[in-house]
């Protein structure tokens, strides 16, 4: 996703309604002194279950690899680590590290917050990268 104005996120740029049980493994690409997020660039929403395994490239620090500006973050985790953040600096959010072998602990705790005690999330070895997708999918 390049944005050359305004809030750029990998699900929504601009997010009013909550939203839960995504992911982003795009880009997000902004030049401007906009907010930009794995998820979700700027808004008052609530992210639940969900994770960023997107790039994000900025020239300003309006960035999270989560969410960015006024929202509410759980249960969500960022699984790559930006050169210029450190695990300390990433606020309201989990940095899980990929291990081959550990791609089921990330589904679990997705998993964890569905009431209906449904999995809405697997892992497939052969897709995505053995990262978590869909059970659908």
Known sequence: IKSMEGQAGGIIANSRSDISNCYNI????????????GISGYGSATITSCYNNGK????????????????????????????????????????FKMLPGNEGAVVDLLN???????????????KNDGYPIFTWQ
């Open 26 to 37: 795009g880009t997000i690409d902004t030049n401007n002194e906009s907010y930009c997020g």
């Open 56 to 95: 994000i490239i900025t020239e300003k620090n309006y960035k999270n690899s989560i969410a960015n500006y006024a929202t509410k973050i759980k249960n969500s985790y960022c699984l790559v680590k930006y050169n210029d953040e450190s695990e300390n600096s990433i606020k309201e959010e989990k940095y």
């Open 112 to 126: 964890s917050t569905n009431s209906d005690g449904n999995s809405v999330w697997k892992v497939d070895s052969l």
